[in-house]
């Protein structure tokens, strides 16, 4: 198994090298792989994508989570699957009063390979759900991730009844103000955020936010990147929205910018960690 790893790694450098990259390598916390893009892109398409824009690895949900799996089967190294509770597209609103979704949770939990949970869309209203209660208490029974894109009351609520869950807090929450986010950082050690579709705020005509930046500088270790594949024009236009998040990161400092970048996302779901820099960065980040 160390020789299998070993060898994999080995292999995403020389793929990185190989295409003349001089980028860092991307961990992508943030993509969507659903019906309606496989009917556009193959799965070998999307590794091409990803290999184009030297991201090694990606987690991915998807509608239904059919997809994500083949994705997943086809790439294991590569893709970290998390599971998404919608069967349907029309579920996204409706799952928290859905009973029948513990079952069909506990159903693909048990395949053994899920890394994670969500993207789980409820809002301040729907942070009592029992369903939602039952979702916590699996994800922390499998001791997987959640992906929440929700309200700060949904954190409180998710932190009241699970205080050692892992939480990536997608878009950096649904009040996406720095202020707010550090506070919300300060507060729950197991948060984290990603920032996808978040760089117009982050970066106003290419220029990163003061106040963003001080958030980067004081969390460095708990914020991520993704493209957010919500729609298939979303994949369509990826090179461009991985550009912009590039651009971003070049005006962190290196180690801050690595962190972000691939770190942390690889921490949070045990990738192995790949580096292309000095010996100086690397340690920064250990």
């Known amino acids: 198994m160390i ?21 860092q390598p991307l961990f992508d916390s943030h993509l969507h792989y659903s019906a309606e893009d496989a009917q556009r892109f193959t799965p070998h398409e999307i590794l091409q994508l990803l290999d184009k824009n030297a991201i090694p690895y990606a987690a991915v949900t998807g509608t239904p989570a059919s997809h994500v799996s083949s994705l997943y089967h ?3 190294e590569r893709i970290v699957p998390l599971l998404g509770l919608y069967r349907h597209s029309d579920e996204k609103s ?10 069909y949770l506990k159903k693909e939990l048990a395949r053994g390979y899920w890394q994670g949970i969500g993207e789980l869309h409820l809002f301040a209203d729907d942070r009592h759900s029992k369903v939602f209660n039952k979702v916590i208490a699996l994800a922390s029974e499998w ?31 649904t009040f996406p103000y720095p202020e707010l986010v550090s506070d919300y950082l300060r507060r729950y050690p197991n948060l984290s955020i990603d920032l996808s579709m978040r760089d117009k705020r982050i970066a106003p005509d290419g220029i990163i936010n003061d106040d963003w930046y001080e ?31 590039r651009n971003w990161l070049a005006q962190l400092p290196d180690e801050i910018a690595l962190q972000i970048a691939f770190v942390n996302a690889a921490k949070l779901y045990k990738k192995p960690l790949i580096f292309k820099g000095d010996a100086a960065t690397k340690d920064a980040i250990q």
Request: proline fraction near 7%; hydrophobic fraction near 50%; aromatic fraction near 12%.
């Open 74 to 76: 086809l790439a294991p």
């Open 215 to 245: 958030l980067f500088v004081t969390y460095p270790d708990r914020v991520m990147i993704g493209v957010d594949t919500f729609s298939t024009t979303r994949w369509q236009l990826f090179n461009s929205a991985v550009g912009t998040i």
């Open 3 to 23: 020789n299998m790893l070993f060898s994999y790694c080995c292999g995403l450098l020389a793929l990185l090298f190989s295409l003349g990259l001089t980028a």
């Open 94 to 103: 409706s799952w928290t009063k859905d009973k029948s979704i513990i079952p």
């Open 143 to 173: 001791q997987l991730p959640l992906l929440i894109h929700g309200d700060p009351a949904v954190i409180d609520k998710l932190y009241e009844i699970a205080p050692e869950q892992p939480v990536v807090w997608a878009h950096a929450g």
